[in-house]
């Protein structure tokens, strides 16, 4: 008998990530660019590097606290406030392995199988699929382009925000399109779900990576310490740290114990030496930050004064995050685009289809590489963006 025929429901219905079926096929190519994946292509500052050896050095090599090591909570909590004016404790951090690990805990913490949640489209497609996979039923609302721009209809959000509605996902900035919600509109969504008991689950590891200022407007600026009101971040963006999985959730102080006790049967906790290579990065603070906004605002011109060539190309502009999500007039299948392209151009890109029904004729390009790999990218790219 075929085993998988008695896996769980649920992971049989796991759908494959589509970013992952053009990015694997390409990968042992060798000389495809790859901008395929939501990473900068920058090193973590050594500092950073030096810190995680010297901890390993040191002999941190135990299992650490399920809610994340103390020094670490605190230094988050003080990095938030300082940065967002609130008043976070730490007893409201929880480190997590990663941005991706912290949206599981987070489904793992709210969902009842049949539950419904709500998330964007186009949106990053492990979100809702966390939610998903602990058998939450999720039903999304689209984005739209109005004057080049991407919009949401607020609205139209707060009016799908029922009172049976257990949770919103909100990524802001958000993957794929970088559009940002404003703090007004934070607002209404904060007061809706406040008044009808619904969670918001806010996405912020893009939350650095603003055009606009500093940091992107957050939920936690205007939350109180006991609204229903979840972050998840990471270091993976905003310190070049992808391969290090290591992010943090911010939580009601209530969910701390739980959400220990979930962690303890996931990973039971992050490693020690990961921990204090993340005190480090925020000691490095914003300096570190800085330059790679620095990199990624280079990458972000550059991107948009190419894609102004081609005139088959509709270039949305984004207000953060580190991609170009581009229309491509009579394109209807984009997964077997970013194919063809991986195989004639050697450009790695994610097909939009990847993001959404609402994604289909899209394709994303994540512009965090130097000037150089981005120019031949386009010049490749040329015959099929013609
Ligand atoms: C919107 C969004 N959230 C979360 C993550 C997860 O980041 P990580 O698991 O590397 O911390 C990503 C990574 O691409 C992302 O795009």
Same mark, same amino acid.
């Given at each position: 008998m075929n085993p998988m025929k008695t896996i769980s429901a649920r992971a049989q219905a796991l759908e494959a990530s589509l970013i992952r079926t053009v990015a694997e096929a390409g990968m042992t190519q060798g000389d495809v660019l790859p901008l395929w994946f939501g990473e900068g292509a920058w090193p973590t500052n050594s500092l950073i590097v030096e810190a995680a050896v010297a901890s390993l050095?040191?002999?941190?090599?135990?299992?650490?606290?399920?809610?994340?090591?103390?020094?670490l909570r605190m230094a988050l909590s003080a990095y938030s406030n300082n940065l967002l004016g609130c008043q976070l404790t730490p007893e409201q951090i929880t480190v997590t392995p990663s941005g991706m690990q912290g949206l599981m805990l987070a489904?793992?913490?709210?969902?009842?199988?049949?539950?419904?949640?709500? @998330?964007?489209?186009? #949106?990053?497609?492990?979100? @809702?699929?966390?939610?998903?996979a602990q058998g939450a039923v999720a039903e999304t609302l689209s984005l739209s382009v109005q004057d080049g721009r991407?919009?949401?209809?607020?609205?139209?959000?707060?009016?799908?925000?029922?009172?049976?509605?257990?949770?919103?996902? %909100?990524?802001?900035?958000?993957?794929?399109? #970088?559009?940002?919600?404003?703090?007004?509109?934070?607002?209404?969504?904060?007061?809706?779900?406040?008044?009808?008991?619904?969670?918001?689950?806010?996405?912020?590891?893009?939350?650095?990576?603003?055009?606009?200022?500093?940091?992107?407007?957050?939920?936690?600026?205007? @939350?109180?310490?006991?609204?229903?009101? %979840?972050?998840?971040?990471?270091?993976?963006?905003?310190?070049?740290?992808?391969?290090?999985?290591?992010?943090?959730?911010v939580a009601p102080a209530v969910c701390e114990t739980?959400?220990?006790?979930?962690?303890?049967?996931?990973?039971?906790?992050?490693?020690?030496?990961?921990?204090?290579?993340?005190?480090?990065?925020?000691?490095?603070?914003?300096?570190?930050?800085?330059?790679?906004?620095?990199? %990624?605002?280079?990458?972000?011109?550059?991107? @948009?004064q190419e894609l102004s060539n081609f005139s088959r190309v509709a270039f949305i502009e984004p207000d953060g995050a580190f991609y170009s999500f581009f229309r491509v007039d009579g394109l209807s299948d984009s997964l077997t685009a970013a194919k063809t %392209?991986?195989?004639?151009?050697?450009?790695?890109?994610?097909?939009?289809?990847?993001?959404?029904a609402e994604g289909e004729g899209y394709l994303r390009l994540c512009y965090a590489q130097p000037e150089e790999v981005l120019e031949r990218a386009f010049k490749q790219l040329a015959p099929f963006l013609s």
């Open positions: 050095q040191a002999g941190n090599h135990k299992y650490q606290p399920n809610n994340g090591a103390m020094n489904a793992e913490l709210l969902v009842t199988p049949g539950d419904r949640v709500v @998330a964007l489209e186009p #949106g990053w497609p492990n979100i @809702a699929g966390c939610f998903k991407w919009v949401l209809d607020i609205d139209a959000l707060l009016a799908a925000l029922t009172p049976d509605t257990k949770a919103v996902l %909100i990524n802001s900035p958000n993957n794929p399109t #970088g559009w940002t919600m404003t703090a007004v509109d934070q607002q209404r969504v904060l007061a809706h779900c406040r008044q009808h008991g619904i969670w918001i689950v806010a996405d912020d590891v893009y939350s650095r990576l603003y055009r606009h200022a500093q940091y992107a407007p957050s939920f936690l600026a205007l @939350a109180e310490p006991e609204d229903r009101v %979840i972050s998840v971040n990471s270091f993976s963006k905003s310190w070049s740290m992808t391969g290090w999985r290591l992010g943090w959730m739980k959400l220990g006790q979930l962690t303890e049967f996931n990973t039971c906790s992050t490693p020690g030496f990961i921990q204090d290579a993340g005190v480090v990065a925020l000691q490095a603070g914003d300096a570190e930050v800085a330059q790679l906004q620095r990199k %990624i605002q280079t990458g972000y011109a550059i991107t @948009a %392209i991986m195989q004639e151009t050697k450009v790695g890109l994610a097909p939009g289809i990847a993001f959404g």
